[in-house]
């Protein structure tokens, strides 16, 4: 049972990670708008580019994990 709650919360297809990158930069430029406002001029910026540039090392991570994960699936079953 709990084995099948933990598969609903795996990325299988690369859909799945194109649409949670999708929303993680949603919350990030929300985020960074909130900056903006909070911190106009220089340290506003930078703060904002830090949000949008931890979705893109999020986005390759999840994507080269995706990779990943599929050549070892076919490795294991040339190997069987």
């Known amino acids: 049972m709990l084995n099948k709650i933990r598969r609903l919360f795996m990325i299988k297809t690369p859909l ?5 990158i999708y929303a993680l930069a949603l919350g990030a430029v ?15 910026k930078l703060l904002f580019l830090a949000c949008t540039g931890a979705v893109f090392m999020a986005g390759a991570k999840i994507l080269d994990c995706l990779k990943h ?4 699936a ?4 040339k190997a069987a």
């Open 69 to 72: 994960e599929k050549r070892l």
């Open 16 to 20: 799945e990670a194109y649409l949670i």
């Open 74 to 77: 076919e490795e294991s079953s």
């Open 30 to 44: 929300e985020r960074g708008s909130v900056y903006l406002t909070k911190f106009p001029g220089f340290g506003g």
